[in-house]
T-cell receptor, first 114, second 113 residues
Framework: NAGVMQNPRHLVRRRGQEARLRCSPM?????VYWYRQLPEEGLKFMVY????????ESGMPKERFSAEFPKEGPSILRIQQVVRGDSAAYFC????????????FGPGTRLTVT | KQEVTQIPAALSVPEGENLVLNCSFT??????LQWFRQDPGKGLTSLLL?????REQTSGRLNASLDKSSGRSTLYIAASQPGDSATYLC????????????FGKGMKLTVNP
């Protein structure tokens, strides 16, 4: 049973480019969460999705960031017009059925904006 | 607003010691509390999950306790080994609709041989 998969593991983008981060949840999991870990800071929640629905996006920056979890395929976190401050590790987690369930994390995507 | 605190931020101990890692949270309205381990440059590995109705959970040399009313959890590591060196994070899931985890900043543990 494969764990949560994220790709790419490392991503380098120039300022102004777009970054697309992918997350495939564990088999049987329908809840996906994205978190961001800035250098020297703790993990911060960004967005929580179920298939085809955004449930909670209270942690997402208002501009340039978007997320989706389509009926088929992985969840995508998209960052448009990246800036140096977007450099961070982005982690995806999945769970089977929400609040009472354990969240399992992927290995993360480390985004570097040059 | 829920805040999760882990003190100290770093700990260095000789091999073989029994350790207690502390976590405190300001709002006791939680569904569960989870302890994670993070190795440098890696993702998070879930160690233990305690539901709000439980008092403790055990896995091997690890034991986690939860005192919801006082807003505290401890992770006990027995007979520490160099391989236990990592950053340990605690996180809570809030009641009230949101399923997000609120994390502490972590405690960096170094176990010296």
């Amino acid at each position: 049973n494969a764990g949560v998969m994220q790709n790419p593991r490392h991503l380098v983008r120039r300022r102004g480019q777009e970054a697309r981060l992918r997350c495939s949840p564990m088999k049987g999991h329908s809840h996906v969460y994205w978190y961001r870990q800035l250098p020297e800071e703790g993990l911060k929640f960004m967005v929580y999705l179920q298939k085809e629905n955004i449930i909670d996006e209270s942690g997402m920056p208002k501009e340039r960031f978007s997320a989706e979890f389509p009926k088929e395929g992985p969840s995508i976190l998209r960052i448009q017009q990246v800036v140096r401050g977007d450099s961070a590790a982005y982690f995806c987690a999945s769970s089977r059925n929400g609040q009472i369930a354990e969240q399992y994390f992927g290995p993360g995507t480390r985004l570097t904006v040059t | 607003k829920q805040e999760v605190t882990q003190i100290p931020a770093a700990l260095s101990v000789p091999e073989g010691e029994n350790l207690v890692l502390n976590c405190s949270f300001t709002d006791s309205a939680i569904y569960n509390l989870q302890w994670f381990r993070q190795d440098p440059g890696k993702g998070l590995t879930s160690l233990l999950l305690i539901q709000s109705s439980q008092r403790e959970q055990t896995s091997g040399r690890l034991n986690a306790s939860l005192d919801k009313s006082s807003g505290r959890s401890t992770l006990y590591i027995a007979a520490s080994q160099p391989g236990d060196s990592a950053t340990y994070l605690c996180a809570v899931t809030l009641q009230g609709g949101s399923e997000k985890l609120v994390f502490g900043k972590g405690m960096k543990l170094t176990v010296n041989p």
